[in-house]
Every structure is written in C-alpha cells, then in structure tokens.
C-alpha cells in the first residue's frame, strides 16, 4: 500500500485563492470582460459589497485582476482580469462542464462556460 503523499506547493496556493467562497464566480463573471463593482455585485446574488471588495483585493493582490478607476461624475470604478487571470478561463470552463455532468441537482451550466 502506498503511503500518501503531502500535497505540492502549487496546488496548496490555487486552493488557498480559490478555496474561499465567491472567488470562482468573481473571475467567472469577468471573464466576460470588464465588469463595474455594482453590476458585479448584482451578478452574484448573495455576495455583501463587504465580501466582494475583500475578495477583489485578494484577486488584485494574486495578480489575477486590475481595478480601473473612471473619474467622474460619478466617479465608477471598474475590474478587469490580467493575462494570469484571463488565462484561467479553460480551467473554469472545464470545471462547469465537470459540475453539469457529475454533480446531483446541480443546475445547468451557463453557456458561458461550455
């Protein structure tokens, strides 16, 4: 029998990012492009600003997006993702399609993400 091994760096750091709730659905909501924090907010029902706005400092800090700030009036402040987080996208696509077929009563997948 084999003994288990520990787990490697690199999948202890995607699972630190993206273990935490909210997190996928962030960069899956923005891999539809840039995205204004109220209508990002809107696009994940349950989320509080407060979540959102710690998750989006976790995201920025990881490198996976950049916040754009619009002077006004108003002043909008839009999140957009990095070459890093964009190339996330067959990653998140092929974990929706996973979900759809393997996971019970789970929904449908949005097309987005087939």
């Known amino acids: 029998m084999r003994s288990c091994e520990s787990v490697g760096g690199e999948m202890t750091r ?3 990012l993206f273990g935490k709730r909210w997190t ?3 960069v899956a909501t923005l891999l539809q492009g840039p995205v204004h924090f ?3 907010r809107r696009a994940i029902p349950g989320i509080s600003e407060r979540m959102l706005s710690d998750r989006l400092t976790q995201l ?3 490198g996976l997006l950049v916040r754009d700030v ?3 009036p108003p002043l909008r402040v839009a ?3 990095t070459e890093a987080g964009a190339a996330l996208e067959p990653a998140l696509k092929e974990l929706g399609r996973w979900a ?3 996971l019970p009563d789970g929904g449908t997948c949005p097309d987005a993400f087939r």
């Open 24 to 26: 996928g659905l962030i």
């Open 79 to 81: 999140y957009r993702l």
């Open 60 to 62: 920025a800090a990881a």
């Open 70 to 72: 619009h002077e006004g």
């Open 100 to 102: 759809e077929k393997h």
């Open 14 to 16: 995607v699972f630190e």
């Open 38 to 40: 109220a209508d990002l």
